[in-house]
């Protein structure tokens, strides 16, 4: 049986959610279309949430977004999480021998959340991930954890439909059960702008739990060449692999 959710607090929750995931400030009518609550209640519940700072609106309250105390709760968050200190010392070996942009972040249910991230040093245009959320099946990160569980798992996990990202997301879920196969065969996980036009990842779990909730992974320009990924994903096994290792002689699940 599913325990009870108290009404308030999960509407106050989900009125965080909407507005941390929009890139714009929401009106009151636009948050009331994403959330599907009253306009009486929603009008209570954003009086209240700018009041403790959790939200900030313009001087007319005509549009809201997500404010600074949320903001020290997701860096609380960060602080108390024993494996990142020793996942951010991987990424900054692992940027430094394959030099691109690399990645940490853990599944969220049927998203994943980047905890860090090391830009390569020739990166011309930085694009903040830290904090940010995506649905697992887009990315590279959140294919080869899913690759962690069964199919009927990930069919009970995944909304459907699945949404897309670009032209090339996998949105048939046939397809992507598919996907997951080659990605348990081979040990890690390959997207070509499935997420990001231009852009293409490899990933590799990071095996200290089980199933593994974690991976890295590595972004790449769209157009390099199959022997230069191969390279860099056998660098991220080597890496993962040790930070694993690591995790699990210091005691951390």
Not at 183 to 204: F, K, P
Request: with cysteine; glycine share 6%; aromatic share 4%.
């Amino acid at each position: 049986m599913e325990p009870q959710l108290v009404k308030s607090a999960e509407r106050t929750v989900r009125i965080l959610e909407a507005l941390a995931e929009s890139h714009d400030s929401l009106t009151l009518s636009e948050l009331q279309q994403r959330t599907g609550f009253p306009r009486s209640s929603l009008h209570a519940l954003m009086r209240t949430l700018v009041e403790l700072n959790w939200v900030e609106t313009n001087s007319a309250r005509s549009s809201f977004g997500i404010g600074p105390h949320a903001l020290l709760t997701g860096t609380a968050y960060l602080d108390k999480d024993a494996a990142l200190p020793f996942a951010q010392e991987t990424l900054e070996d692992l940027r430094d021998e394959i030099g691109q942009t690399v990645h940490f972040a853990r599944r969220d249910g049927a998203h994943v959340l980047y905890l860090a991230t090391r830009e390569s040093r020739e990166a011309d245009h930085v694009i903040p991930r830290v904090g940010r959320r995506l649905p697992a099946h887009v990315t590279a990160l959140g294919q080869v954890l899913l690759a962690q569980l069964t199919d009927d798992e990930v069919v009970a996990l995944l909304p459907a439909p699945l949404t897309g990202l670009t032209e090339h997301t996998i949105t048939d879920l046939a397809k992507l059960t598919g996907e997951l196969d080659q990605v348990r065969t081979r040990g890690w996980s390959y997207e070509r702008e499935q997420g990001t036009h231009g852009v293409c990842c490899a990933a590799v779990a990071v095996d200290y739990r089980i199933p593994a909730t974690d991976a890295i992974s590595c972004s790449m320009p769209a157009g390099i060449e199959a022997t230069a990924v191969e390279q860099i994903t056998e660098a991220m096994i080597k890496h993962t692999r040790k930070l694993a290792a690591t995790l699990r002689r210091e005691g951390i699940r």
